[in-house]
């Protein structure tokens, strides 16, 4: 493994084809498997299905909700994915989630097609594989968010700036190169990559004290081309809102400029340190090497570029964001991957254990963070693993352990390698083995089977309102309520129901309020959990015609005597 990268890092087109291989093994998986997940990717799933459901492409909007902080890059991106596909995966998530898992893989390729220029194509190979298996990296590729489509445009605006800063010999193709990532960033993700840009430029400047070297971007050609690409944003937002961003508060609309995610409440300080740290892994224990390194040479031009693209923009998230920390500092990872790849590939071979890193610790210790993952997991969801992922955690927890041994010992390049997989194995294990097969956790797919042959034309869902039952079960807000299924009886719209346990007296209220029958014995249950707030689910399947009960999985059988479980209602936990 010591001549491995530079071998293949030497041979045309097998970096390339090795790192696609890479993001291809690790990000389908999950892709494919993993169900479709509450809240924010679910409303981006169903606002675009129904966008091209009307056909109205510059109108998307989640029912009658018009998200105004949501550019439309990434609306168009997965409406051309679902068009594609056909009618039949229209509500099959994993074709939303295909323009991401291009976009994160084609960040990884651009990370080393524009980094080998700066730090040649060993160390550029390198650093593109410790990006690409980088947790938070993954969990993007996977969710049909803004997040995953504006890695891609982030990654070259940065690398291209980086060259032309460092590297005075660039030439305008650069600098149009990135113009035009700024550009499909705006459109995509809003101001997320100009917000990047300045943050890192404004560190610069901090630094250096030299603004002469912007000349060499070609503004006054560049901002033209940027605001062309990116203008669709604001005439989308011009054709919704009559005024751009009209009904906004001053903090709602910075909000919307700084990126397509938003949380009420700031963030709590250092959240997105701990994010970086924990979502940077494996390359996070060589990250005190890298740092004391470029700041000791700071004085040369990559150095300061890489110092600053981290300081800045962190620096930004940590006093102004209200953005969500495991969506916004993948941004920051290639210049993360970049610098210790640097630290890499400067081993000589004389096996000395780098200072400054994580690699202190006894080896076996690393086994420690994925185990408490998957324990966590299996604890919490109350599900024994089992043979096919007790293996894959087994061979997990040796590879962790055998590449902190390579890093005690100084064997970086080694560890480059067996760490690559490590992680990659992890997230392939995590999203494409575990979580899917954890039904209980999967509601809208657990009622989904339930169902599966009864007549769902016109199904009430009644104590759960997550944007999976709309999505994934197609049942609409206006047949979530007890007045709306005793309304569907009153006009003799045959109707299956799903009541859940806490809103079942209240049901039988309604209807009985308005002198029709409480409802009937109940064809199935399905007990789960609702992970985004933290409540067991219990819901009773009720068939159109008692008389003719739909055929039920035996699985969902009812026991005999269901209790009700909590209390009459509980708006907290639909």
């Not at 099959?92 to 295909?98: N, S």
């Not at 076996?364 to 992922?389: C, E």
Request: glycine share 8%.
């Amino acid at each position: 493994m010591w001549n491995w990268w530079a071998t293949l890092a030497a041979r045309p087109w097998m970096p390339s084809l090795a790192l696609l291989a890479l993001c291809l093994a690790v990000y389908l998986p999950g892709m494919v498997r993993l169900p479709a997940v509450d809240r924010t990717e679910i409303i981006y799933a169903e606002t675009t299905r129904d966008m091209v459901e009307r056909g109205d492409w510059t109108d998307p909007r989640y029912g009658s909700v018009v998200h105004q902080y949501r550019p439309i890059g990434t609306f168009w991106a997965q409406g051309a994915a679902r068009w594609l596909a056909g009618e039949t995966f229209a509500r099959d998530i994993t074709i939303y989630r295909i323009p991401s898992l291009l976009a994160v893989t084609l960040a990884v390729l651009a990370l080393f097609w524009l980094g080998r220029g700066l730090v040649g194509a060993e160390t550029a190979l390198i650093a593109s594989a410790l990006f690409a298996v980088s947790p938070l990296t993954v969990l993007v590729s996977q969710l049909a968010i803004a997040e995953g489509l504006s890695l891609f445009p982030a990654t070259v605006a940065m690398v291209a700036l980086a060259r032309i800063y460092a590297k005075p010999e660039e030439r305008y193709p650069m600098a149009l190169l990135f113009w035009i990532a700024l550009g499909f960033g705006i459109l995509i993700n809003a101001l997320l990559v100009p917000i990047l840009v300045i943050a890192t430029l404004i560190a610069l400047y901090v630094m250096d004290r030299d603004l002469r070297w912007l000349k060499r971007l070609r503004p006054l050609i560049g901002i033209p081309i940027a605001l062309a690409i990116g203008a669709s944003w604001l005439i989308i937002r011009a054709h919704q809102d009559g005024t751009p961003f009209a009904g906004m508060s001053w903090r709602e609309f910075l909000g919307a400029l700084g990126g397509a995610q938003d949380m009420k409440l700031r963030a709590f300080p250092g959240t997105f340190v701990l994010a970086l740290l924990l979502g940077f892994l494996p390359g996070t224990v060589l990250l005190g090497t890298a740092f004391k390194r470029f700041w000791g040479s700071r004085d040369q031009a990559l150095s300061r570029f890489l110092l600053a693209w981290v300081i800045g923009y962190l620096v930004y998230l940590e006093a102004l964001s209200s953005k969500p920390g495991t969506y916004m500092v993948q941004t920051m990872f290639p210049a993360l991957a970049l610098g210790v790849a640097i630290v890499v590939t400067s081993e000589g071979g004389a096996g000395k254990r780098p200072e400054w890193s994580g690699f202190s610790i006894w080896p076996t210790y690393f086994a420690a963070l994925p185990l408490a993952v998957f324990a966590g997991v299996y604890v919490f969801s109350g599900v024994i693993p089992g043979v096919i992922p007790a293996v894959l955690i087994a061979i997990i927890a040796v590879l962790f352990i055998w590449s902190g041994r390579l890093g005690w010992e100084g064997q970086l390049r080694r560890w480059a390698a067996i760490g690559v997989a490590a992680l990659g194995l992890f997230a392939i294990t995590l999203l494409g083995v575990v979580l899917p097969s954890i039904d209980k956790i999967w509601p809208a797919k657990e009622i989904a089977k339930a169902i599966a042959k009864c007549p769902t034309q016109n199904a009430a869902l009644i104590g759960f309102r997550e944007p999976s039952g709309r999505f994934v079960l197609g049942i609409p807000p206006e047949r979530q309520m007890p007045e709306e299924l005793a309304q569907a009886i009153e006009d003799k719209v045959p109707t299956l129901s799903i009541v859940e346990d806490r809103w079942r007296k209240r049901t039988n209220w309604t209807l009985q309020s308005k002198s029709q029958a409480p409802l009937p014995p109940p064809t199935g249950c399905v007990s789960a959990y609702n992970v985004m707030r933290g409540c067991p689910l219990h819901f009773r399947i009720y068939s159109p015609n008692p008389a003719e009960p739909c055929t039920v999985p035996a699985e969902f059988a009812c026991p005999e005597n269901v209790p009700q479980t909590g209390p009459e209602k509980s708006g907290d936990c639909d």
